[in-house]
T-cell receptor, first 115, second 111 residues
């Protein structure tokens, strides 16, 4: 079946603008995760959803970052008033259920460049 | 929160030799430890994982060992091949909620 998809694949924006990144998980996966990966670095955990709920938002870097999920499906990560340090690849992953430690399947990522 | 450290950051081996990557974690409650392989420009893909009730797991040329007492786990790749060249990430999780990743190991297999 279809894997995790993300859109857009690339986004170039000007400093101060807001951006929305979208993730479509694998159908039936109740858990969804967002990560940030700066060039040549590891994956920085941002937030996860079990169903439509985000039990812990402490990984979000600042209050400019927010995320939501609806219908236990699509999720959007919103970054307000973007800064140059927000430039990175934003990866989304989904798994069957966050409560049982199942394999995460990653999307292709959205490469965000803030000028 | 959990802190995962990964070593080495880069590793070069001759084709056919073994490669070992080590990770340590800080939170004794972590109980799920996946390893991901990320080729250049591609998404991370799970290659093997281990849970805290198991000390070792093997899948063909890849094995992972876990020492809960010392809070470290290692990835072992035997008979390395050029297609094993990639960045490898370890991660630790408490039951599949937040995942904390290591900083990655860039493995180069020299033909």
């Amino acid at each position: 079946g279809a894997g995790v998809s993300q859109s857009p694949s690339n986004k170039v924006t000007e400093k101060g603008k807001d951006v929305e990144l979208r993730c479509d998980p694998i159908s039936g996966h109740t858990a969804l995760y967002w990560y940030r990966q700066r060039l040549g670095q590891g994956l920085e955990f941002l937030i996860y959803f079990q169903g439509n709920s985000a039990p812990d938002k402490s990984g979000l870097p600042s209050d400019r970052f927010s995320a939501e999920r609806t219908g236990e499906s699509v999720s959007t990560l919103t970054i307000q008033r973007t800064q140059q340090e927000d430039s990175a690849v934003y990866l989304c992953a989904s798994s069957l259920d966050s409560r049982t430690g199942n394999e995460q399947f990653f999307g292709p990522g959205t490469r965000l460049t803030v000028l | 929160g959990e802190n995962v450290e990964q070593h080495p950051s880069t590793l070069s081996v001759q084709e056919g030799d073994s490669a070992v990557i080590k990770c340590t974690y800080s939170d004794s409650a972590s109980n799920y430890f996946p390893w991901y392989k990320q080729e250049l420009g591609k998404r991370p893909q799970l290659i093997i994982d281990i849970r805290s009730n198991v000390g070792e797991k093997k899948d063909q040329r890849i094995a992972v060992t876990l020492n809960k007492t010392a809070k470290h786990f290692s990835l072992h790749i035997t008979e390395t091949q050029p297609e094993d060249s990639a960045v490898y990430f370890c991660a630790a999780s408490i039951g599949g909620n937040q995942f904390y990743f290591g900083t990655g190991t860039s493995l180069t297999v020299i033909p």
